[in-house]
């Protein structure tokens, strides 16, 4: 599922509408010719006319696709929500759809802080962008690398680097991988919905678990019907 509307942006001069860890490789500068090298080229393979463009500033602009892979849900406002949700209040806990791809546009100079910031603020998402990473991922040998990208770091100049090809790079957007959940970073109404969800979620296991033993047992009686008949 595709969540592309009219393309977003950062830049304020545009008016158009089983993964493997991966350390990170090192900056490469490069030079403003080596940049327009680098753009021409970018351009000449692009297939779907998104293409960059360099400013007589030196910074360039174009766009990046990010997926979204969100295992919690997001907490939205609640004129906004749609589909899966538990309301609370003035927020909405909400279930992005899997596969659902965003696309930005943005510019050299945007870090990977903002662009998380930016696909947040798309989806009307309350919850602190601290919670979010970006992480950029490629193909290798038949592996899937994922490496995750600093808050400094610039996704269009990686996109850049790595031409349009989604198969070489591309972007995803997950929660922070800390080990622990860091529940005291959530606020009392998302807390909250966690909660409904879980009672939901258990509610449906224990069902489950019980049709199934139901049904053992009705075989087992039925076995045991057969072996002791009266004779």
């Not at 680098?38 to 360039?60: A, F, H, P, Q």
């Not at 919905?193 to 087992?220: G, H, P, S, T, V």
Request: charged share 30%.
């Amino acid at each position: 599922m595709d969540c592309l509307s009219p393309h977003d942006t950062l830049d304020p001069s545009y008016n158009n509408g089983q993964d493997v860890q991966k350390e990170r490789e090192p900056h490469v500068y490069l030079s403003k010719e080596e940049v327009k090298e680098k753009i021409e080229s970018y351009n000449s393979s692009v297939t779907d006319k998104l293409k960059m463009t360099l400013n007589t500033n030196g910074i360039y602009t174009g766009f990046i696709k990010v997926q979204m892979e969100l295992c919690r849900p997001i907490t939205v406002q609640s004129s906004q929500s749609q589909g899966r949700c538990a309301h609370s209040n003035n927020e909405t806990a909400f279930c992005l759809p899997d596969g659902c791809v965003n696309t930005l546009h943005i510019s050299s100079t945007n870090t990977v802080r903002e662009v998380i910031e930016a696909l947040l603020k798309k989806f009307f998402v309350a919850d602190n962008p601290a919670k979010f990473a970006l992480y950029k991922r490629c193909h290798k040998e038949d592996q899937v690398y994922t490496c995750k990208l600093s808050d400094r770091e610039h996704p269009l100049y990686l996109r850049l680097v790595a031409g349009p090809r989604t198969e070489m790079l591309s972007f995803v957007l997950r929660e922070h991988e800390t080990g622990e959940v860091m529940w005291e970073a959530f606020s009392i109404p998302e807390l909250q919905n966690f909660l409904r969800i879980l009672d939901k979620e258990e509610n449906e296991q224990l069902q489950i678990l019980k049709k199934r033993y139901a049904a053992y047992r009705d075989k087992l009686e039925e076995a045991l019907g057969g072996v002791w008949k009266p004779g």
